[in-house]
């Protein structure tokens, strides 16, 4: 895991019309280039499957980073996330990390 890679995404679940928070890991930067003064950066991510965040009664976040789902809709634009930092959590023995929250990086 690289240090800066983590992501967070306020998405809606269209399931249940909500807003939801979507936590992951970028696996590659792309820059769109349409000519002229028009380009874009997209992320595409691994993303955590909903049951692998756990939030606890101090607000602290724990993700499961091995625990992946969404593959068939991996990108995302750059200005739509923040950026996020996780931290090994000593006394788990899963892959697991709590998360940093960095201030926002889209506008």
Do not use: H
Request: charged share 25%.
């Amino acid at each position: 895991m690289a240090q800066n890679s983590g992501v967070r995404y306020e998405g809606i679940d269209e399931s249940i019309g909500q807003t939801k928070t979507y936590f992951g890991q970028i696996e590659e930067i792309w820059e769109l280039d349409y000519g002229g003064d028009l380009q874009l950066a997209i992320f595409r991510c691994q993303w955590v499957k909903p049951k692998g965040i756990v939030v606890d009664d101090f607000g602290l976040t724990t993700v499961e980073l091995q625990s992946v789902s969404y593959k068939d809709d991996q990108w995302v634009l750059a200005s739509r996330y923040a950026q996020v930092a996780y931290w090994p959590v000593p006394k788990d023995n899963k892959a697991c990390g709590c998360v940093r929250k960095a201030e926002d990086c889209g506008t």
